[in-house]
C-alpha cells in the first residue's frame, strides 16, 4: 500500500509541474516524470511477493507459479520506448519554439493568440 | 519492501529538486535520478530487461537534453500565482484521495491477480521454446503489438528528420552566404 501511495505521490510532482509552471523545459520534466510513475505502476501491481524472473533457468523442473507477472512487464517494455520519442519529439519542438520566439517562457509564445 | 521505499523517497525529492530548481542542467541531471532509481526499483522487482531498458532510455533522454537544452539561457521564470497554485493542490488532493480509494480496491502489494499471465508461463516454453518469457511475449504472442511499437518509433525518427532538417538546411545556407560574403 505505501509503494502505491508514494507512486501516486510522484505522479502528483509531475501533474503539478505541468499545471503550475511556465518554463517548457519543465513542462517536458513534469510529463517525464508522470510517464516514470505509470510505469513504475504497472511493475508494482505485478510484482509477487518471494518470486523470481520470469526466466525458465532449469528446464526440466519448472516453477511457473513463483515467477513475477511477465504481461505487465511486457507491456512495460512498449511504455519506455514510446516514452522516449515522445521525449525526443518534444525537445525538438521546444528547440524550434525558441528559436522562434527566443525563450522558453510559454506566456511569451503568443502568435496564434486569437 | 524496505528498499522499494526508501528508493521512491529518493525518487520523490529527485523530482521535487528537477520541478524546483531555477537552473536548468540541475534540473535535468535531477530527473536522471528519478530515472536511475526507477531503473534500480525494476531490478529490485525482478525486472531485469526493464531495468537494462531503462538505463539505456535514460542516460539517451539525459544526454539529448543536456545537449538541447544546456546551451541556452538559465531561464528563471519566477511566478507568484496563489490562486492558480492553491487551486491546483487542492485538486491533486483530491486526485490523491480518489486513487487511495482505487488503491484499497485492488490487490494487495505482493499478490497480483495472474489468469493470462499462469497461462503464457504454464505454456509459454512448450509453445514458443523460449525460456525468457517476456521475450516469448513480446515477439511471439504479442509480436503484433510490437509491430506497432516499431512503426510508431520509426515515425518518431521520420518526425524528428523532417522537423530539424530544415533547421540544419537554414545553418548550411547561412554558412555559405558568409563563405560568399
Do not use: W
Not at chain 1, 519542438?93 to 520566439?101: H, Q, R, T, V
Not at chain 2, 536511475?36 to 535514460?58: C, H, K, M, T
Amino acid at each position: 500500500m505505501v509503494e502505491y501511495f508514494l507512486c501516486m505521490v510522484l505522479f502528483c510532482l509531475g501533474l503539478y509541474a505541468i499545471l503550475i509552471k511556465r518554463n517548457l523545459i519543465k513542462i517536458i520534466i513534469g510529463l517525464a516524470i508522470m510517464e516514470y510513475a505509470m510505469n513504475l505502476f504497472f511493475i508494482l501491481l505485478g510484482y509477487k511477493k518471494g518470486a523470481t524472473v520470469p526466466i525458465f533457468s532449469s528446464l526440466t523442473e519448472p516453477h511457473p507459479e513463483v515467477m513475477v507477472d511477465p504481461v505487465a512487464q511486457a507491456m512495460v517494455v512498449a511504455n519506455v520506448v514510446i516514452g522516449l520519442a515522445v521525449t525526443f519529439i518534444l525537445v525538438i519542438i521546444a528547440i524550434l519554439i525558441y528559436e522562434k520566439y527566443g525563450t522558453f517562457d510559454i506566456r511569451d509564445v503568443n502568435k496564434l493568440k486569437g | 519492501m524496505i528498499q522499494v521505499r526508501i528508493l521512491l523517497v529518493m525518487m520523490i525529492i529527485g523530482a521535487a529538486i528537477a520541478i524546483g530548481s531555477t537552473d536548468l542542467i540541475c534540473a535535468i541531471v535531477a530527473l536522471g535520478v528519478v530515472g536511475l532509481g526507477i531503473s534500480l526499483i525494476f531490478l529490485l522487482l525482478q525486472a531485469p530487461d526493464l531495468a537494462i531498458l531503462q538505463l539505456v532510455v535514460e542516460i539517451m533522454s539525459l544526454v539529448i537534453m543536456i545537449r538541447a537544452f544546456g546551451m541556452k539561457d538559465t531561464v528563471n521564470i519566477r511566478e507568484r500565482r496563489f490562486i492558480a497554485t492553491s487551486i491546483s493542490v487542492i485538486l491533486m488532493g483530491f486526485f490523491l484521495v480518489f486513487s487511495m480509494a482505487a488503491i484499497f480496491e485492488i490487490p494487495r502489494f505482493g499478490s497480483p491477480l495472474m489468469k493470462t499471465s499462469l497461462f503464457y508461463l504454464r505454456n509459454g516454453f512448450r509453445q514458443t521454446g523460449v525460456p525468457n518469457m517476456v521475450s516469448a511475449i513480446i515477439l511471439d504472442y504479442r509480436s503484433l503489438d510490437m509491430l506497432g511499437q516499431v512503426v510508431i518509433a520509426f515515425s518518431a525518427a521520420i518526425g524528428l528528420v523532417l522537423i530539424g532538417r530544415k533547421k540544419i538546411h537554414a545553418s548550411t545556407a547561412n554558412r555559405a552566404e558568409r563563405e560568399q560574403k
